[in-house]
């Protein structure tokens, strides 16, 4: 089992930057699949991104592409979401999930793709 806990939200103006954290203890993430997932007030968790165990493949929602990278680092046990030109339709409590899997190549894009989640970092954006 692994905890994850997500650090690095903030206020932020439109067209700024962040890099949210995800670290994970517990049991070394590099038998993982890791996404970042949003939810807005009112709205439903919503996929924004992932990345395979290998870290070879990654997976972006329409939204968030060419804004956003997700990344991860091994040894440091920790997920990251770089997320650029930030506008105030991204602000959302931002979660960070992992599944357990052998399968290098797994992307999850799914809520139910994940059995662990933090308890997440709020991002707001002013206009």
Known sequence: QV???E??????QAGGSLRLSCAA?????????MGWFRQAPGKEREFV??????????SYADPVKSRFTI????????V???????????????YCAGEPTTAS?????RK??????????????SS
């Not at 203890?25 to 699949?33: D, E, K, N, P, V």
């Not at 990344?71 to 920790?78: I, L, P, Q, V």
């Not at 190549?105 to 894009?109: A, F, H, I, P, S």
Request: charged share 10%.
């Open 3 to 5: 905890q994850l806990v």
């Open 7 to 12: 650090s690095g939200g903030g206020l932020v």
């Open 25 to 33: 203890s517990g049991r070394s993430f590099s038998s993982y699949a």
């Open 49 to 58: 991104a992932a990345i395979s165990v290998s870290g070879g493949r990654t």
């Open 71 to 78: 990344s991860g680092d091994g040894a440091e046990n920790t």
């Open 80 to 94: 990251y979401l770089q997320m650029n030109s930030l506008k105030p339709e991204d602000t959302a409590v931002y």
């Open 105 to 109: 190549w797994y992307l999850g894009v």
């Open 112 to 125: 139910g793709d994940y059995h662990y989640w933090g308890q997440g970092t709020q991002v707001t954006v």
